[in-house]
């Protein structure tokens, strides 16, 4: 094969959004710079530089499109830097004549400078080539060195395996600076799996609700197939992307077909809920739903704490410590909707008409408007709009021993409202059934969790859990 189609980056990394971005602002600002240029040169004036811009964008627009259009039929192509040459040469001039013909059309070409515009298409010519055949490559070059920064990776490896080595070298290679190694009995098979199994799932299991996000490697070495299943399939309930390291021979057969690590190849089992982007997007609409709710409830929350504060004694804020994202403990704000403060051992939940609860407290609780203050712990990052509801300390550590997996609802951040409230689990749980029921709620958003699982949540809650009648 010629140097020349050699492939130089992913097949979609040409189509991704940063690329196209990058192509986007060279066009808009190769647009203004050539009309500035143009009018400057000929009529000593800078021209229209609001009507550049528009030109440019709309220009981006239609180029990027085709562009991704064209690295989604194309993916080969798209990977050399000769076949995005090619690519970005075809849109650019299938741009322009769209657009030419356009204005002819609606016969608006006179009111653009063909000096201009020549000059806009001779520089976006080579400009949207060079960024079509430079971007990309430049991306993939940081993502190769910066794709695991900041990300905490786990591998499960049988003990003494020479894959392992490999894959932290790999890791390393990518920026990842914590990786856990944990390892098995790759000879134990039969009755005696059982044990080992359970015992390494209990260990990775621990080890990752207090990981960093990250991923998880499983390297098979020379564990039977239905041994290698049984444990994928204890690992699903971890809401993190897990992937499959088969051992040489399988590699062998998957070398043409499947994109790996590096040299070594990978088989992704199962995908992470939310990747690094989303956990971003969601982050951000964290921060921007508390700030606007407490600014708009400001008068509210003034006027239950007066009403809390000429009601009974005591202070206006309850705090108690809950464990919140990877088992980090944190102080939760409520209204004071009850005579006592527990914050210990034993915690007594409200049941109903139950008599702790003040005559404040009981429209408070039964609005939800005791919750509010939490949005103050969703701004300072300890918890999130949507997410499984944190319990008290007391309450964690007692039904972690009699439910299988509980913890694993503490691998996502603690929320004012979750899956479970909007599916009728609120409120007290006077036995053991109903908990259950709700931590498998709470097991399945952390496993399923989406942007927009998320939104549906949001909507759901102002008809579901405001107002409820097991709110008391």
């Given amino acids: 094969m010629p140097q020349t189609w050699r492939a130089d980056v992913p097949a979609d990394q040409a189509a991704s959004p940063l690329a196209l971005a990058s192509d986007a602002v060279v066009i808009v600002g190769l647009s203004i710079v050539t009309g500035v240029f143009f009018h400057l040169v000929t009529r000593d004036i800078l021209g229209d530089i609001p009507a550049f811009t528009a030109t440019g964008i709309i220009v981006a627009v239609l180029f990027c499109g085709m562009a991704r259009l064209q690295a989604t039929r194309d993916k080969r192509a798209s990977t050399t830097r000769l076949g995005r040459a090619r690519m970005a040469a075809l849109a650019w001039c299938s741009t322009f004549l769209f657009l030419l013909t356009l204005a002819f059309s609606m016969k608006i070409s006179s009111e653009f400078s063909r000096g201009a515009i020549f000059f806009f298409f001779l520089a976006g010519f080579a400009g949207s080539i060079a960024s079509r055949v430079l971007t990309p490559r430049l991306l993939a070059r940081w993502m190769t060195t910066n794709a695991y920064r900041g990300l905490e990776v786990l591998i499960i490896a049988p003990h003494r395996s020479g894959s392992t080595a490999a894959l932290f070298a790999e890791l390393a290679q990518r920026g990842c600076m914590n990786i856990r190694a944990i390892e098995f009995d790759d000879a134990c098979t039969g009755a005696p799996w059982a044990g080992e199994r359970r015992r390494l799932l209990q260990k990775v299991f621990e080890v990752a609700r207090s990981a960093a996000p990250g991923e998880i490697y499983v390297v098979a070495g020379r564990l039977p197939f239905d041994a290698a299943a049984s444990l994928m399939s204890g690992l699903r309930l971890l809401p993190r992307a897990v992937y499959f ?45 508390a700030a606007i709710a407490l600014l708009f409830t400001a008068p509210l929350l003034a006027a239950a704490a007066v009403a809390i504060k000429s009601d009974s004694v005591g202070p206006m804020i309850f705090r108690q410590t809950r464990l919140g994202y990877r088992g980090q403990p944190f102080q939760i704000l409520k209204f004071r909707t009850m005579t006592v403060q527990e914050d210990g051992a034993v915690v007594t939940q409200a049941s109903r ?22 949005l ?14 944190p319990h008290a300390s007391a309450h964690d550590a007692y039904f972690a021993k009699l439910i299988e997996n509980y913890e694993v609802r503490q691998h996502v951040k603690p929320g004012l409202t979750g899956w479970a409230q909007v599916n009728g689990l609120r409120g007290e749980t006077p036995n053991l059934d109903l908990m259950y029921r709700r931590i498998e709620a709470d097991l399945w958003y952390a496993s399923n969790c989406s942007l927009g699982l998320d939104f549906q949540i949001l909507i759901k809650t102002f008809a579901t859990v405001v107002g409820q009648e097991n709110a008391f």
């Fill in 376 to 389: 103050w712990n969703v701004l300072k990052g300890e918890m999130s709009i949507i997410g499984p509801r």
């Fill in 245 to 289: 390291v088969p051992d040489e021979q399988i590699s062998a057969l998957l070398q043409n077909s499947v994109n790996g690590l590096g040299g070594i190849v990978t088989l992704e089992m199962q995908k992470s809920p939310l990747t690094k982007t989303e956990r971003g997007i969601k982050r951000a609409m964290d921060v921007t739903i």
């Fill in 353 to 374: 008409n139950d008599q702790r609860v003040t005559r404040i407290g009981k429209w408070l609780r039964k609005s939800s408007i005791d919750e509010l203050p939490q």
